[in-house]
Every structure is written in C-alpha cells, then in structure tokens.
C-alpha cells in the first residue's frame, strides 16, 4: 500500500464548479501535511498547509481528519486558471522526508 | 534569481554513461532535496541534506545512486552507468527548515538512450 494515495482523476469541472479532492496517508504517526500545485511540465509550489482545525485561503479550504487518515481540499468557484495537478503531501514525525502523492488532475472547462 | 537553480534543464546520455545533475539552492537555506518524477507519476524522494550531512538517503534506488553537497550550498546528485530506467525528471528542492515549505527547482530532465 502507498504511504499517501490520492485518485488520479482527472477531474472535468464547469467553470465555478466546487470540486473536492481526498488524499489518503498510511502511516498515523504523520504531522505535517499540505497541498501543493503542479502544473503541466513545470514543478510543484506549495498551494497551502494543512492544520488540525482546518484552514481556509480564499477559496481553497483543507481539512484534515485523523481519525481516519485522509486530508481534502476543496475548491470554490473553480477558474480556467485552477487547471492542474494537485499533490497532496505528507511528513512523518521524526523525519524530514516529504511523502508526494501521485496527484489528482483537475481540468476547469469554460 | 533568487530561486532554486538546477542545471543541466536537460540532458541526453547513452546508457551505461555517468551523469551529474546540479542544484543551487536558495540563499541560506539549509535543507535540501532530491526528488524525481517519471512520466505521470508522482515524485519519489531520494535523499535530504540538512547543511552537508545527509541523514537520510533511503530514497537512492541503487549503490549507481550517490549525491553529495558542499559548503551548506551547491549540490551534485551523481548516477553512474546510466539505464533506461533512470529516465526522468530530477527535481531539487530547498527549504529554510522552520516553514516546512519547499522551493522547487525546475528539474532536470534525463533521457538515457
């Protein structure tokens, strides 16, 4: 089983479309976790952090439940703009190496 | 820039050649790592330096594998007698080790013939 499992997708959504992803981790002892963006042939950036209480910036907002191990991301309103692959990230306590998913693929039509 | 840097952008061997990647990272930073990235596939950890020490090396998928940093700065990820399946984006990545957040460089892309 992967450390951290995400659906591949993609995701085809209508311009200001909500669209929500889920990412999945294996290991329980994990503590950081975030989501990142990639776009096509270029390298990933940080899109935001995930926190306990869940978090909001603008109009992406990430949860994260422990209990049963996955975190989501949530887009509102989506934008032609929004186009691309979301990796979700993961960091185990005691360590500093960085867990990528495979990423979801999102596709905002017009 | 102040960016991360990594060079060659791209690079065509032939297989059984050695390679060495190259990445600079951002001013001051003190880890960095080394990821790569086949074609639609998610990013594979390689290995992470904190200043020249690198305390986990895990990731490297071979003893061909071998990457070194010098000066807290400039590092050189190394794979000698390249295969096909070798094959794919290095991308490095630098961080301040307080924010947890990671720059990327724009990868280098291998093509072992």
């Known amino acids: 089983r992967k450390e951290v499992e995400q659906d591949p997708g993609p995701f085809n959504v209508p311009e200001g479309a909500t669209v929500a992803f889920n990412c999945t981790y294996s290991n329980s002892a994990s503590q950081s976790f975030f989501w990142y963006r990639q776009d096509c042939r270029k390298e990933p950036k940080l899109l935001m952090s995930?926190?306990?209480s869940g978090n909001e910036d603008g109009r992406f907002t990430a949860q994260l439940n422990r209990a049963s191990q996955y975190i989501s991301l949530l887009i509102r309103d989506s934008k032609l703009s929004d186009s691309a692959t979301y990796l979700c990230?993961?960091?185990?306590?005691?360590?500093?190496?960085?867990?990528f998913g495979t990423g979801t693929r999102l596709k905002v039509l017009a | 820039g102040a960016g991360v840097s990594q060079s060659p952008s791209n690079k065509v061997t032939e297989k059984g050649k050695d390679v060495e990647l190259r990445c600079d990272p951002i001013s001051g930073h003190t880890a960095l790592y080394w990821y790569r990235q086949s074609l639609g596939q998610g990013l594979e950890f390689l290995i992470y330096?904190?200043?020249?020490?690198?305390?986990?090396k895990s990731g490297l998928p071979s003893d061909r594998f071998s990457a070194e940093r010098t000066g807290g700065s400039v590092s050189t990820l190394t794979i000698q007698r390249t295969q096909q399946e070798d094959s794919a984006v290095y991308l490095c990545a630098s961080g301040d080790g307080g924010s947890e957040k990671l720059f990327f460089g724009s990868g280098t892309q291998l093509s072992v013939l």
């Open positions: 995930v926190y306990s």
């Open positions: 330096f904190q200043g020249n020490s690198a305390p986990d």
């Open positions: 990230v993961v960091r185990t306590s005691g360590t500093y190496k960085y867990i």
